[in-house]
């Protein structure tokens, strides 16, 4: 991965995903996470955190095999997803997946892609600030236009 001009290595963490070191790839229903170490910790998962202010994210991606009724999407939320007390949300999944149609794990999202070959869409999802643990109880479902 290339990183503000320089070759940066980043790590997946998947039950379904599997990467070469230059891509990534997911099987079907399944979520791959970025993560800036090789390991995984289960009590402090260290996400990939970029800072896109002022940024882009260039990628490929072959929805030619994605017909109606199945997308291929490319998108970003700001994990670990945390419960009412701040503790980290094992409820979704055990990456402590959110986002901003996760029932009671809210976290902001922003859909760069979800795609077939017929469609595209990019939908940003704003939701309220966090309280004092990190935890955010409500986000806009629909998304913005």
């Known amino acids: 991965m290339n990183i503000d001009g320089v070759d940066t290595t980043k790590y997946i963490v998947s039950d379904g995903c599997s990467s070469d070191g230059t891509s990534y ?3 079907m229903n ?6 800036d170490t090789p390991t995984w910790d289960a009590n ?12 882009y994210i260039e990628f490929d991606a072959d929805v030619s095999g994605h017909d ?3 997308m291929n999407t490319f998108y970003t939320v700001k994990m670990p997803g945390k419960d009412w007390g701040g503790s980290l949300d094992i409820k979704n999944d055990h990456w402590y997946y959110c986002d901003a149609n996760v029932t009671d794990s809210y976290c902001p ?3 760069l892609m979800e795609a077939n070959k017929y469609s595209y869409a990019t939908t940003p999802h704003k939701c309220d600030a966090p309280d004092g ?6 986000c806009d479902h629909g998304g913005q236009c």
């Open 68 to 70: 109606c009724g199945c």
């Open 44 to 55: 402090d998962p260290k996400y990939y955190r970029p800072n896109l202010l002022g940024g």
């Open 109 to 111: 999202e922003m859909d």
């Open 30 to 35: 399944n979520r791959g996470y970025i993560m």
């Open 25 to 27: 790839n997911c099987a």
């Open 133 to 138: 643990d990190g935890h955010y109880s409500f």
